[in-house]
């Protein structure tokens, strides 16, 4: 509910326009649990007259429900909305609520205080202006205090504000809030905070929540919501140099052309110089148009439609950027990232990544640290599990334009998207381009792959064997390189146990060493197709996206995936090497087929049933549908 205003009453019009115009503050609450920060937030609601009287109706009732005031009113009620989350007395998930008063309009998110909802948390805090962190006066500083404000660091929030609530059940003492004071600053240096205003409060009471508290004389310092109506936002963000991320190419008609979007830094005017990023084109600015008329200037936080005085090639997920200050443009990067899935980060894995409005392909490396985010250790680590924070490399598909993280929050962030089920799995932030994405180049040669496989009289290509172990997918290969050989192609075969002995040696069985593993032997498939073979694989490759990779590596027409289908029972029967064996007495871990998935294809091009029929039988069906596909021309 918006709050009361004489205006309403006196000139709609006015009011509306007054209320249209009001800066937005964007804030969280966050802290430990049970350190009030819902109650917080219900009570600053109800002291600036924001809850409707049917919501105070309900908070009666539910207070006297599932409250835990006796027969007072629970605010924190009014904020947590889960069924769950009434009956334990805990935020899971983030709310949000929407309020404004006289001087500014209001998007609060009140993030949970347990470790495992931290994804919950970075979510509220992705776009958040200041952080309200709470601290229990009668616990002080504690190891969740110190998670959330390194978190606040981490995802670029400057301003903080320090709630010392209970001070109700301290005596209002201001012995204890000095020592907190103390105790917080002290850390807040060690992570880079420095603009922290500290309020010492009573949700439960009001205390300094909207009025001063008669409790606390010796406090000269804020209320928590003249801070908030006060403190100035988006200052760095506007100082910044110009961007804005193409939304949309806006041609209603052939006599206009102009870029759409949302201005995430500085400022723009008719006549300066932009350039266009990645391409690197340059123009100026002719008009700057909104449905309210042309601007004399637009500024960050403002969308609007940018026409430029020269016809150039932009399009959706391009950065319009200042003239003299552009962004970098890069394919690979160090970043912090955040896992936020249940299914762990599988480095080689291709994901797709988002900045702005730009989406393209992604690999993560193995984390260089992941972060305690209780005790701020860097700890060795293979991958990243859900609501895990750790330090990678990424290697982009193609090069994008972005500003580190610490100069702009919108160019500098992303998100992680798994390819097959479209769900976001990660978010982070970009530190730095790796030199390597400036200082390596393709290298041009004279024989290419065209010029060897008129040489070799046929065409490259990769014959992938997938399947179960024991499925045949060997003995197969074998006979399809022999029949090769006598046709005269020139092959090689690339087995699963083989090349375990060399080249990927160092890699276990877990399901990040499975994609690292079929990472290596698609690159390495992929660079015998440039030399001008057929390259024969045989590898189980359980996973769909790593065979995809596979695939996507070399070009259309190349991959023929063969499908050893043959069903658990019958390649355990079978167990030529004893592993299902061991895997059922539990001496083998992560086996495929057992406590490990298969997926098996979904179209492969041949699929071959060794149930009904032999390895020769079926390495003629192969070599049938090579010619069929045009590979042995």
Known sequence: MAHVSDLIAVDIDEYLTS???????????????DDGKSTLIGRLLYESHMVFEDHLAQLEVDSAKAGTQGTDLDFALLLDGLTAEREQGITIDVAYRFFS????????ADTPGHEQYTRNMVTGASTADVAVLMVDARKGVLTQTRRHSYLVSLLGIRKVVVAINKMDLVDYSEEIYNAIVTEFGEFAEQIGLSDITYVPVSALKGDNIVEYSVATPWYDGPTLMTYLEDVPVDDDVAAGPFRMPVQWVNRPNLDFRGFSGRIVGGSIKPGDPIRVLPAGTTSTVDRIV???????????????TITLTDEIDASRGDLMCAGDAPAEVADQFEAHVVWMHEDGMLPGRPYLLKVGTRTMGVTIAHPKYRVDVNSLEHLAANTLELNEIGVCNLSLDRPIPFDAYADNRDTGSFVIIDKRTQNTVGAGMLHFALRRSHNIYWQDVRVDKAARADQNNHQPGVVWFTGLSGSGKSTIANIVESKLHTLGVRTYLLDGDNVRHGLNRDLGFTDADRVENIRRIAEVSGLMVDAGLVVLVSFISPFRAERRLARERVEAGEFIEVHVDTPLDIAEERDPKGLYAKARAGELTNFTGIDSPYEAPESPEIRVDTTAMTAEEAADQVIAALRSKGLLD
């Open 19 to 33: 209320h249209q115009y009001k800066s937005l503050l964007r804030f969280i609450t966050c802290g430990s649990v």
């Open 101 to 108: 008063t006289e001087k500014r309009k209001f998007i609060v």
């Open 290 to 304: 909104t449905m309210d008329g042309d601007l004399d200037v637009a500024v960050a936080g403002q969308s609007v």
